[in-house]
């Protein structure tokens, strides 16, 4: 059974940053690509970023863009979300997760296993 566990979530004022971190219980995630999902109360899962194992590409959510950055390193079968000059608005759960494709990466169906998320609290 693969696991996922994030971390480093919590409360930081507007401005400030925080990076999360997901740690993989196996070695076989080197077939899987490693995404962030985040869900604010009220509201639908929302996607992130997402990186592959193999070649290091990234994909990210329009809107998040130059503020989060997603990266991995696989020695530690670890993968982080640098989230920088955080705002209000991103105050959600954050969760980790890996699929198998990328081709809707987008869409939260996509993801076969994901983290217990952790919470992230900015406040103004």
């Known amino acids: 059974q693969v696991q996922l566990v994030e971390s480093g979530g919590g409360l930081v004022q507007a401005g400030g940053s925080l990076r999360l971190s997901c740690a993989a219980s196996?070695?076989?995630?080197?077939?899987?690509?490693m995404g962030w999902f985040r869900q604010a109360p009220g509201k639908e899962r929302e996607f992130v970023a997402v990186?592959?194992?193999?070649?290091?590409?990234?994909y990210y959510a329009a809107s998040l863009k130059g503020r989060f950055t997603i990266s991995r390193d696989n020695a530690k079968n670890t993968v982080y979300l640098q989230m920088n000059s955080l705002k209000p608005e991103d105050t959600a759960v954050y969760y980790c997760a890996a699929t198998g494709t990328l081709l809707r990466r987008w869409v939260p169906a996509e993801y076969d296993y994901w983290g217990q998320g952790t919470q992230v609290t900015v406040s103004s």
């Open positions: 196996e070695r076989t995630f080197s077939t899987y690509a």
């Open positions: 990186i592959r194992w193999s070649d290091h590409s990234t």
